[in-house]
DNA sequence: CGGGGTAGACAACCTGGTTAACCATCTGCT
DNA sequence: AGCAGATGGTTAACCAGGTTGTCTACCCCG
């Protein structure tokens, strides 16, 4: 019998992500911006990164174009963003990101780091940037942020409350 | 600006979960045991480590015993369960598992341990016992398998099919 | 024997996805 | 110029997997 079974691997990595993820989400209520999700980071940052309309967003998260309309409709409801009409295409609404937008994502940033130096400063930096590289190898691709695949979305719902 | 953000890290466990839940799942898929998400696997492994009754596991698994009385649901029709009426309790339904549902623990568990040999072979098994000896320590309490987090049960659902 | 707590079932609801259908608009081709 | 097809956005219906609330049957204890 192993030290540690594959199952327990797996509800390890799960862990590690929600601690983060808990974390994060606790210090973002406290800082105004409660009911924002870390979902809702990642659509900003892909909005950021280019990804201006519905349809887009929708392709960058891996998600229906319905479904990020209603991430989009949060984002707005909570000034996060603002919908203008785009003078050269008249269908499409453009989306740019507020101020207040642009404070979520760098403070959002930053408690993901804080996060991080916690855990440095626990296990020591060299050992968490050895974790990081042989997670990213195992996991393959890597997952890079600009392209979050479809199925990280509900991943990052908030769990009954 | 650090080599690896803090966020990057949080997707890396993700990843790394999904990677082996994904793994796991399309192999008990080709072993007759498709539609079976690892909730179902944890929830039949609290049912035999004592939680023979929907109250007890909505318990163990930190889940009204409504949302688990669903997942009773699936395991008995798909016969991984059987639910006998207790005689000393008239109120009680007693939860056994059957066969099918003895083979379905053992095959998942090989599974996850299949896919934590393959990681092992990758970055070295001591490497990865480090690796999971650090993440446990990062999340504190370690999270025994005997008693799975709410939180949980959403996370190992299947991501859009 | 009666009251409080527990097991299970049922119903209504919420969230966050999905697909389907539709309209307005743009674009490319004839 | 004009039309076909692709694209953007919206709305609607649906689904999965949780939630809470309520109800009945039953156990246990004073």
Wanted: glycine residues 12%.
């Amino acid at each position: 019998m192993p030290e540690s079974s594959g199952a327990e691997l797996a509800l390890l990595l799960l862990g590690g992500f929600r601690s983060m993820v808990d974390a994060v989400q606790r210090e973002l209520a406290e800082r105004g911006h409660g009911g924002v999700r870390p979902v809702h980071e990642f659509a900003l940052r892909a909005i950021g990164a280019g990804a201006d309309t519905a349809s887009d967003l929708g392709r960058s998260l891996g998600v229906s174009k319905q479904a990020a309309a209603k991430t989009i409709a949060f984002l707005e409801t909570h000034d996060y963003i603002r919908r203008e009409s785009d003078p050269d295409d008249a269908r499409r609404k453009r989306l740019r990101i507020t101020r207040r937008g642009d404070e979520l994502l760098t403070v959002g940033q930053a408690l993901f780091d804080d996060v991080r130096a916690h855990w440095g400063r626990q296990i020591g930096a060299e050992e968490l940037e050895v974790l990081e590289a042989q997670l990213a190898r195992l996991v393959g691709s890597g997952y890079p942020l600009s392209s979050i695949p479809g199925w990280l979305a509900s991943e990052l719902g908030e769990s009954a409350s």
